[in-house]
């Protein structure tokens, strides 16, 4: 009955002692590098926060150094593509090096048997990243804003004096709202304009009314304006010492900033995008951050492929240092691409989608490719 179940179950790959054993030594590497790239980012953000908000509020070294600490885990994530092509080129480096592949070769041992679990090492890394280490990096970026804020004076939802606009509304009115300061203390807007929209079955708005008021607050669903005075197409103005509008914002939001995207945890997006379409605000670098944070898996997972293609040369046909030097370039190929295609797809030349998506599935079938090349010819 066992034997029966035994040949009936599924069967369930294992890594070998030769996997596992690359892969501890490619995870040694990435410690390494992510190490070295972590250093190097700590410093120049210490160097530049020093420069700034230090030399400006004459803040000690240890609170100089807390502030890098909110600052540069947002920075390092961004860099951790970079982290997985020189930790995994160092590895497969120092295994050529040492002979070990050679020997692993020798013994019939194909190269995908320990290319494709450390590609899948670091795709899972990806998902960790961006699940766990991205919005711990996101929340801290958040607190380093507002702590700059702080420190400089300002108040983190920008300057009071600053100009606030706003939009809300339905199917069938369209209210955008311009305030000329804001007193946080009393929750209100002041010097505010309301420019209302009516929305005709079609989708087309026509505008129907503006209303200037000294000041305005919002409380349980409803503007409620003071000293306004109205004035609709066609008609004389009208004078209210306190004025009613329906209102479909939250209390809170009548202050509140977005945030940057990339100050938006991951699982946050989905609601930040929809809270933006709401608003009547376009969300297209929101959903393109949204769409890079689901491709990091696989931008890791490449690069992975990438470096081992390129340091798989025997080191007795020579040429390994420039096979290195091509990945490291090939590298940074991509990241300029990856860079050239958000400015695309921020600018709404193409698709968010298409903008996150086609840099790394061209590195990874351009890492295949080359992988295919070296071990099949």
């Known amino acids: 009955m066992t034997a029966v179940a035994a040949r009936r179950s599924p069967h369930i790959p294992r890594l070998g002692g030769i996997e596992r054993y690359v892969l501890v030594q490619q ?11 972590s250093a190097l980012v700590m410093l120049i953000d210490f160097v530049e926060v020093s420069r700034g908000v230090g030399s400006a509020q004459d803040l000690s070294a240890v609170r100089i150094f807390g502030l890098v600490l909110l600052k540069s885990p947002s920075v390092i994530v961004q860099l951790m593509p970079f982290v997985f092509l020189f930790g995994t080129l160092s590895a497969f480096i ?7 592949l050679i020997a692993m070769r020798a013994a019939g041992v194909s190269a995908w048997r320990f290319v494709l679990p450390a590609a899948g090492m670091a795709f899972v890394l990806g998902v960790l990243t961006v699940t766990v280490l991205g919005p711990m990096a996101s929340a801290g970026d958040g607190l380093w804003q507002r702590e700059r804020a702080r420190i400089s004076g300002t108040a983190p939802g920008g300057d009071p004096k600053e100009a ?6 339905d199917d069938q009115r369209q209210m955008i709202i311009r305030a000329g300061q804001q007193d946080r203390a009393n929750a209100r807007l002041l010097n505010v304009s309301f420019f209302i929209y009516t929305t005709a079955p079609g989708g087309g708005r026509t505008f129907s009314e503006r209303i200037d008021a000294k000041s305005a607050s919002l409380n349980a669903g409803s503007w409620r304006l003071t000293d306004a005075v109205g004035a609709q197409i066609g008609q004389r103005a009208v004078t209210y010492s306190s004025l009613t509008l329906v209102s479909s914002l939250a209390d809170d939001e009548a202050f509140e900033r977005f945030a940057r995207p990339q100050a938006t945890p ?3 997006l989905p609601n930040q995008i929809s809270r933006i379409e709401n608003a009547g605000f376009t969300s297209t670098a929101y959903r393109l951050r949204f769409q890079q944070l689901l491709a990091t898996p696989l931008v890791f997972a490449a690069m992975s492929i990438l470096a081992a293609a390129f340091s798989l040369r025997l080191m007795r046909l020579g040429d390994l240092a420039r096979m290195s030097v091509a990945a490291v370039v090939l590298g940074f190929a991509f990241f300029f691409l990856n860079q050239f295609s958000s400015a695309m797809g921020s600018a709404e030349v193409v698709a968010p989608f298409v903008a996150a998506w086609l840099p790394p599935v061209l590195t990874a079938l ?6 295919f ?5």
């Open 164 to 169: 606030i606009w706003l939009r809300e509304g």
């Open 266 to 268: 991951f699982w946050s």
């Open 94 to 100: 120092s295994l050529n090096r040492r002979s070990e």
């Open 373 to 377: 090349y070296t071990e099949d010819g």
């Open 27 to 37: 995870l040694k590497s990435l410690g390494v590098a992510l190490a070295v790239i």
């Open 366 to 371: 351009a890492a295949l490719t080359l992988l």
